[in-house]
């Protein structure tokens, strides 16, 4: 069972997509149930995969693999290798249970083409998915680019007006990049076969291999670098960072809502998940390289100062939402070239936290679209007197998202400008402004909104949310709350795979590879402020 | 050599020789009485003879369809290894394995006729289906250029006569004419330059030509018979600026036929041509190599290849006719493919050909669910496919399988297919000296990414065009059709999900 365990949570949706086939479109109610099924599904087998990773939480390399190298495609060396670290296992709890969270919410949303709208989400999943478990590039990439399809009908289809004009620029934005990925992935192969003698697209091998390429005098820094910049666009399409953006608030403002949730909550991080497996390991020396560096530093401050400027602009609170995702994924990516164990898991950690509040922001502004279908900040006010749980979870969510204590966006940012302090404390003095500006927007955005006499006469009958959706909101909240209070197992769950990737990037960095973090008692009822700092103790 | 044994190793072709006479048999016996039981008596037996056609039409597709398939048993009948004549007839592995690839393209183009109303002549038309295939395997088996010759013009002027089959559409003949003559120039293009090349080798049998070309110095005068043959295959595989036909004919012949353009003659086509210029010319085998362009038949095909690339992906771009769209994107995938053979070597050749058989695949089957959307709506615009997945949803899936396959999307077959060729192509050079050509294929499979989506979104995302009164339901009866295109679409993704099956194949046969 542990040993296919992740092909059982991968294919899951799959199985789901491929029975909906079968089911006649006419019968609707038919088709959202055993949609919800595998979505559920999908969620409870890989709750087994928490105990059995916690025992092995600092055990070394990828848990669970599963393939053999090379056992695929023999004749180029590609393989169906799945495996987890850390990192990797987050992100994919992170997916099953926004995957079923999403698929739930679209209950009502829904309502036209059904059958297929629950195919192309189940297959999405079965795509998000791949790409956090693959361990061979060629597989990794299969998934990566196989996800488009779904997400580019998704948008497509079910999307507000200018949704062609949406789903188009984000397939063409993301192949853009993925093309020169691909190039540069096939010279990594190509040096690898170089230096073995065997062609493999293995991410275990090009790990010894590609980092040698900076250092090689036929290739050069200036060639290496290059091969990171192939990368680098790739991903930062992806997250997306500054320059590359664009395209992110018309996919989210067009999406329907369980696909921005997908969107905010998954497919942003598969950039952020890039840089960490793949751009960091293969190019550790690129990525120490005070002018690479820098611009990745620069840009992420950039994201963060800009989005949040930008959000607090918006009139659309869907477009508010996205751009605060801009503003957020930038603390993402300044942790992860903070190249720090504190930067990078906080970094990881707030991709989680990111995850659940805008997910949770984008269902929450979903739930007043539905009822009232605008997005205009200026139709809406003293929405707390007619829905009143409402009003509350999003205080909650949106406390969340711009990180107050105890809830689990204050640990993430936190932990990062701790990080990059720590490196050089003029970042985290240029990313702070991010955190005042996150809660002018939201607490603006909130007082519009929910306070005050009920300006517009359209919303004094707007029910209050039904028991399905406080359904979806729940596990959220919870989630929320446990970070918040208790991060401590999460940082746990991070420290092997943070530590070996401080570890490759700079050998001999204090406190990466060193004492186990977790052997240093830590207050069980510390907040994570403590906690980090102890953490930084034990590791000098 | 007995005539026993030259029967034995020829006898694939001869089952199909012999398929085609007996299809033209029963078409001309079965079709035309029952043409004549129309005109002459009154209006009840009218509909008798129009059933007997129709069974008379039936019996000759499964005539053809069971020749066909024998003829595949006799394949895997043939020895592993025997050269006839100089070369004249040649069986290896890969002779073998194409020759099979080749009948099951036309198998599937018999299937996708077997409901098309223009088919007045049926037994003439499938027995024509039945000698191109021969001249498709004439060509895939055989290395010695006038015998390639034979297989080109048996197999030109079959599928001319199919391009202009449709004898009540104005177009249909406009496509034959232009084929025909475009082609036969292309043909006069061929033999002059095999001609000059035997002028200067003494010789046609490709092994022989290798070995002379390595001992002498290359003439101009040989030069010019190198670079004219590649001109005439070129037009046969579409490749730009030899490729003004190809929109016309995609466009205005009968679907089969156009479906059999695309596929089969193109496979066939890229075995031949792999074969002249890998073989027979090899040690002028020159390099495209970005800074170290060395003068040969590769910087030529790298040429084609670029321009084919380039101009195929944007012109598609602009068109509004689905046929004419899969033209143009032709045009940009013979360029793909002919990185394999610029590349050369093992790996370069059987990336061409993995190349192509996918994509003679995919065709085989667009092109059936163009024939289908054409019953339905009777015309094949990109507006007649609007809302196709509301109609035919299992039609939708297949067409959407069809294009992101072509798209290069994964898991399907075009995304291994591409990754191979551009794999073989940076492989064949230490430096990766043909990284410009990949980069370009690269930007070009970005670009062609735009007018494929455009086709989905016709299908899945347009608003529902009106139930218009004359729109048919003719699912019930293209069952046959509907079931060959499933067919297709699940090998398209079998061979995305496991192209090894395919690839280990041809990799092995491989000489």
Request: glycine share 8%; charged share 10%; with cysteine.
């Amino acid at each position: 069972m542990q040993s296919h365990i992740l092909s059982i949570i991968l294919f899951t949706p799959l199985a789901g997509a491929f029975l909906l086939l079968f089911v006649p479109k006419e019968n609707k109610d038919a088709i959202r149930w055993i949609a919800n099924i595998f979505a559920a599904a999908g969620l409870l087998v890989s709750i087994p995969l928490v105990p059995w990773f916690w025992q092995q939480r600092f055990e070394p390399g990828f848990k669970f693999v599963e393939g053999a190298v090379n056992n695929w495609i023999p004749s180029i060396g590609a393989g169906y290798v799945l495996g987890i670290d850390g990192i990797s296992f987050l992100l994919i709890m992170l997916t099953t249970l926004l995957g079923w969270v999403s698929i739930l919410s679209s209950w009502e949303a829904i309502q036209n083409r059904v059958k297929e709208y629950y195919i192309w989400f189940l297959i999405l999943q079965t795509g998000m998915l791949g790409v956090f478990m693959a361990l061979d590039f060629f597989l990794f990439f299969v998934f990566w680019e196989a996800m488009l399809v779904p997400m580019y009908l998704l948008i497509g289809i079910w999307g507000g007006p200018r949704k062609l004009y949406a789903a188009i620029k984000f397939f063409l934005y993301t192949l853009l990049g993925s093309v020169l990925m691909l190039l540069a992935v096939l010279f990594l192969y190509f040096y690898n076969y170089r230096q073995t003698g065997t062609y493999t697209f293995s991410i275990e091998a090009l790990y010894k291999t590609a980092p040698h390429i900076f250092h090689d005098p036929a290739y050069g820094a200036t060639f290496a670098i290059l091969l990171f910049l192939a990368f680098f666009i790739a991903f930062a399409i992806k997250v997306p960072m500054f320059p590359f953006h664009t395209w992110l608030p018309d996919a989210h403002v067009e999406a329907p809502t369980a696909g921005s949730v997908i969107l905010a909550g998954v497919l942003l991080k598969m950039g952020t998940y890039g840089f960490v497996r793949f751009a960091l390991p293969f190019f550790p020396d690129v990525a120490m390289h005070p002018k690479v560096r820098g611009w990745m530093i620069a840009l992420s401050i950039i994201g963060i100062i800009y989005g949040a400027l930008v959000s607090l602009m918006q009139k659309d609170m869907k477009k508010l939402v996205a751009y605060s995702s801009v503003s957020h994924l930038g603390f993402c990516t300044l942790g992860i070239f903070a190249l720090t164990p504190l930067g990078l898991s906080g970094s990881v950690l707030q991709q989680i936290n990111h995850g659940i509040s805008t997910g949770a922001l984008f269902l929450i502004v979903g739930i007043l679209y539905e009822r009232r279908h605008t997005r205009e900040i200026a139709e809406y006010g003293g929405i707390s007197n007619v829905m009143p749980v409402y009003a509350t979870i999003t205080m909650i969510m949106f406390l969340s998202s711009m990180g107050l204590p105890l809830l689990n966006g204050f640990v993430g940012e936190f932990t990062i400008l701790q990080g990059t302090f720590v490196e050089n404390w003029r970042w985290a003095a240029w990313a702070v402004p991010g955190v005042i500006l996150a809660a002018a927007y939201l607490l603006w955005l909130y007082q519009r909104v929910f306070f005050g006499t009920v300006t517009n006469p359209k919303n004094e009958r707007l029910h209050d949310l039904t028991p399905r959706e406080v359904l979806t909101f729940a596990p959220l909240i919870i989630m929320a709350l446990w970070i918040g209070i208790y991060p401590k197992p999460f940082f746990q769950i991070l420290e092997q795979p943070v530590n070996q990737i401080v570890q490759t990037v700079r050998p001999g960095y204090p406190g990466a590879g060193g004492a186990v973090n977790a052997s240093v008692p830590v207050s069980s009822a510390g907040t994570s402020a403590q906690l980090a700092s102890e953490n930084a103790k034990g590791n000098k | 050599m007995s005539y026993l044994e030259l029967l034995k190793l020829a006898s694939p072709e001869a089952i199909v020789v012999i398929t085609a006479l007996v299809v033209l048999t029963i078409g001309l016996t079965t079709g035309r009485e029952a043409a004549g039981a129309t005109v002459s008596t009154a209006r009840p037996t009218g509909n008798a003879g129009s059933r007997s056609s129709t069974r008379s039409a039936a019996l000759c597709a499964f005539v053809a369809v069971l020749g066909l398939a024998v003829a595949i048993g006799a394949v895997l009948m043939l020895p592993r290894n025997a050269t006839l004549f100089g070369g004249m007839l040649v069986i290896t592995p890969l002779t073998s394995l194409f020759k099979i690839i080749c009948i099951v393209l036309a198998f599937f183009t018999i299937l996708l006729t077997t409901s098309e109303k223009f088919l007045r002549h049926r037994g003439e038309y499938l027995a024509i289906v039945l000698l191109a295939t021969i001249g498709l395997m004439l060509l895939v088996g055989s290395e010695e250029l006038l015998m390639i010759f034979i297989g080109l013009e048996l197999l030109g002027l079959s599928l001319y006569v199919m391009a202009a089959f449709d004898k009540t559409d104005l177009r249909s003949a406009e496509a034959g004419l232009k084929y025909f003559l475009f082609g036969s120039t292309s043909s006069a293009f061929t033999l002059f330059g095999i001609s000059l090349i035997y002028g200067m080798s003494g010789t046609t049998g490709l092994a022989a030509i290798s070995a002379k070309l390595a001992t002498a110095s290359v003439q101009p005068l040989l030069a010019v018979g190198i670079v004219m043959t590649l001109v005439g295959f070129a037009f046969k595989i579409a490749a730009a600026p030899f490729h003004l036909w190809a929109p016309d004919a995609y466009q205005g012949a009968p679907v089969p036929s156009a479906a059999f353009i695309a596929s089969g003659s193109k496979v066939a086509s890229f075995v031949v041509l792999g074969k002249i210029v890998l073989i027979g010319f090899a040690p002028v085998h020159g390099s495209a190599a970005w800074h170290g362009m060395v003068a040969g038949w590769s910087p030529v095909l790298a040429a084609l290849a670029a321009f084919s690339i380039l101009l195929g992906n944007l012109v598609a771009l602009a068109q509004s006719n689905l046929r004419r769209l899969l033209a143009y994107s032709a045009v940009a995938h013979a360029g793909y493919t002919l990185l394999g053979l610029v590349a050369g070597g093992r790996d370069g050749f059987s990336a061409a050909l993995f190349y192509t058989t996918t994509y003679a695949i995919t065709l085989v089957g667009a092109f059936g669910v163009v024939g289908f959307v054409r019953h339905e709506t009777g015309g094949d615009d990109l507006s007649n496919f609007s809302r196709l997945c509301s109609r035919s949803p299992l039609m939708a899936g297949c067409m959407a399988i069809f294009m992101l396959s072509l798209a290069g999307i994964p898991p399907l077959a075009g995304f291994f297919g591409k990754f191979y060729l551009f794999r073989a192509a940076l492989q064949a050079s230490p430096s990766h000296g043909l990284l410009w050509l990949v980069a370009l294929a690269l930007f070009g499979s970005f670009i062609s990414l735009y007018y494929y989506l455009m086709v989905l979104k016709f299908i899945f995302v347009d608003k529902q065009a009106e139930a218009g009164a004359d729109r048919r339901s003719v699912m019930t009866d293209y069952v046959l059709q509907t079931s060959a295109i499933s067919l297709l679409a699940a090998a398209v993704l079998l061979l995305g999900v496991m192209p090894d099956i395919l690839a280990a194949q041809i990799l092995a046969a491989m000489p």
